[in-house]
């Protein structure tokens, strides 16, 4: 490699052939310049997709409907009520999750006052325990905390379109609003998540303590429904199974009744997306693989031509001494150059592409994509393949260079 004889002779060689070289080259070029723009956009799908997970990734919901199977003298068609007492059986029989979070709310919007001024907001009763299912952007003071539960306090959690609308440019923190004719003093301000209109609507929420909300609005012993978060390495659909049976026998509903409670699970939808996404790698990976391996045929080709071109100077440098590895090597070389600084300036050309796309849609919704990159492992894995494709692009070209007799390659015309 630093022989500069053969670097001379190397680029000697491109000059008197730049078209050809350079046509041949192009298929490896192309080849990486693909890999690197799909992996690329593979990878700012997947950003965008996760970006729109806003709830943890392996949380469970269970909610209730109406029973669809007679049981225990009730008749089908009743409809299940959630209670407190479901909250203490479900942290007591199952074991396998870390969180246990019942929920409720306010149904509808409802007028909140400040003062002279007055808007509708959805207010929902919370444990502190919430921010770990769903992320909370707290930009002053806190989140709903245990002694606010246990002491049913009359505190609430804004969202910033509430502050905007009620408050202006005032601080709020330690505020009261009016909410149904109760006052809640303000502790804590978050910021709205998701898309514009999405951070808009939950930025017009308000959060206070779940047993606030049932004893202040007469509420009592009522959960809209369960959120979970299963301990490590516990698999949700445990959780999901396990809670479900728990409340079937909370609320003497049959146990073949699979119509009584709904649920989302979380971990396998995200599951279902990485499939997709390893899919995705997949194709890119093929197609890409399928033009490099087309560029390298070519230069092994044109490689053949070159050894076929050069048979009297090989037959002559053996006739001088010249071994067998010094032929090789010289034709390998001249082989990994073409490939390596072919696929080297397409892995920097789709690099900077997927650069440029990140930099144009920085801080803009561009639905589910987002802040494409190409992954550093990904280029070392790409140029080991240029070198190792290189070797053996040019691998039959030498090892036939290096059978030449010089006494055939000196007749040959």
């Given at each position: 490699?630093?022989?500069?004889?053969?670097?001379?002779?190397?680029?000697?060689?491109?000059?008197?052939?730049?078209?050809?070289?350079?046509?041949?080259?192009?298929?490896?070029?192309?080849?990486?310049?693909?890999?690197?723009?799909?992996?690329?956009?593979?990878?700012?799908?997947?950003?965008?997709?996760?970006?729109?997970?806003?709830?943890?990734?392996?949380?469970?919901?269970?909610?209730?409907?109406?029973?669809?199977?007679?049981?225990?003298?009730?008749?089908?068609?009743?409809?299940?009520?959630?209670?407190?007492?479901?909250?203490?059986?479900?942290?007591?029989?199952?074991?396998?999750?870390?969180?246990?979070?019942?929920?409720?709310?306010?149904?509808?919007?409802?007028?909140?006052?400040?003062?002279?001024?007055?808007?509708?907001?959805?207010?929902?009763?919370?444990?502190?325990?919430?921010?770990?299912?769903?992320?909370?952007?707290?930009?002053?003071?806190?989140?709903?905390?245990?002694?606010?539960?246990?002491?049913?306090?009359?505190?609430?959690?804004?969202?910033?379109?509430?502050?905007?609308?009620?408050?202006?440019?005032?601080?709020?923190?330690?505020?009261?609003?009016?909410?149904?004719?109760?006052?809640?003093?303000?502790?804590?301000?978050?910021?709205?998540?998701?898309?514009?209109?999405?951070?808009?609507?939950?930025?017009?929420?308000?959060?206070?303590?779940?047993?606030?909300?049932?004893?202040?609005?007469n509420q009592t012993n009522k959960i809209d429904y369960f959120s979970f978060i299963p301990k490590t390495g516990i698999p949700a659909a445990v959780v999901e199974t396990k809670a479900k049976e728990v409340l079937r026998r909370q609320h003497k509903v049959a146990p073949n009744d699979d119509r009584a409670f709904g649920s989302a699970n979380v971990e396998e939808e995200y599951a279902r997306v990485q499939g997709l996404?390893?899919?995705?790698?997949?194709?890119?990976?093929?197609?890409?693989?399928?033009?490099?391996?087309?560029?390298?045929?070519?230069?092994?080709?044109?490689?053949?031509?070159?050894?076929?071109?050069?048979?009297?100077?090989?037959?002559?440098?053996?006739?001088?001494?010249?071994?067998?590895?010094?032929?090789?090597?010289?034709?390998?070389?001249?082989?990994?150059?073409?490939t390596a600084v072919a696929g080297l300036i397409g892995l920097l050309f789709g690099t900077a592409l997927m650069a440029g796309i990140a930099s144009m849609i920085e801080g803009k919704d561009v639905g589910f994509f987002a802040s494409p990159q190409v992954d550093l492992g990904v280029a070392g894995m790409a140029v080991a393949l240029l070198v190792i494709a290189g070797a053996l692009a040019g691998l039959v070209p030498?090892?036939?260079?290096?059978?030449?007799?010089?006494?055939?390659?000196?007749?040959?015309?």
């Amino acid at each position: 490699m630093f022989d500069l004889d053969k670097w001379s002779e190397i680029w000697g060689t491109v000059r008197r052939h730049k078209l050809r070289t350079g046509l041949t080259a192009f298929g490896v070029f192309w080849g990486i310049f693909m890999l690197a723009v799909l992996l690329g956009a593979g990878k700012g799908f997947r950003n965008g997709v996760e970006k729109e997970f806003n709830v943890a990734k392996n949380a469970i919901f269970v909610w209730t409907q109406r029973t669809s199977v007679p049981y225990m003298g009730l008749k089908a068609g009743r409809f299940v009520q959630l209670t407190n007492d479901d909250v203490t059986a479900l942290e007591r029989q199952v074991p396998e999750a870390a969180l246990v979070l019942p929920r409720t709310s306010l149904h509808g919007t409802f007028t909140v006052q400040n003062g002279p001024k007055s808007s509708s907001f959805s207010v929902n009763g919370e444990y502190p325990g919430y921010p770990a299912v769903r992320a909370v952007d707290m930009q002053q003071g806190r989140f709903i905390n245990e002694p606010d539960i246990t002491g049913r306090r009359k505190i609430a959690v804004i969202g910033n379109r509430v502050v905007d609308i009620l408050f202006g440019t005032t601080n709020p923190m330690g505020k009261y609003i009016n909410i149904k004719g109760i006052y809640f003093q303000v502790v804590g301000v978050f910021k709205g998540s998701g898309k514009a209109e999405e951070a808009q609507q939950d930025g017009q929420t308000i959060y206070i303590p779940l047993t606030t909300l049932q004893v202040a609005f007469n509420q009592t012993n009522k959960i809209d429904y369960f959120s979970f978060i299963p301990k490590t390495g516990i698999p949700a659909a445990v959780v999901e199974t396990k809670a479900k049976e728990v409340l079937r026998r909370q609320h003497k509903v049959a146990p073949n009744d699979d119509r009584a409670f709904g649920s989302a699970n979380v971990e396998e939808e995200y599951a279902r997306v990485q499939g997709l996404f390893m899919g995705i790698a997949g194709f890119s990976w093929l197609v890409s693989i399928g033009t490099i391996l087309a560029g390298i045929i070519g230069v092994s080709n044109i490689m053949l031509i070159v050894v076929k071109e050069r048979t009297k100077e090989i037959g002559i440098r053996k006739a001088l001494g010249a071994t067998p590895w010094s032929i090789i090597s010289l034709i390998v070389q001249e082989s990994i150059v073409l490939t390596a600084v072919a696929g080297l300036i397409g892995l920097l050309f789709g690099t900077a592409l997927m650069a440029g796309i990140a930099s144009m849609i920085e801080g803009k919704d561009v639905g589910f994509f987002a802040s494409p990159q190409v992954d550093l492992g990904v280029a070392g894995m790409a140029v080991a393949l240029l070198v190792i494709a290189g070797a053996l692009a040019g691998l039959v070209p030498a090892t036939i260079a290096a059978r030449v007799q010089p006494v055939v390659a000196l007749k040959d015309e």
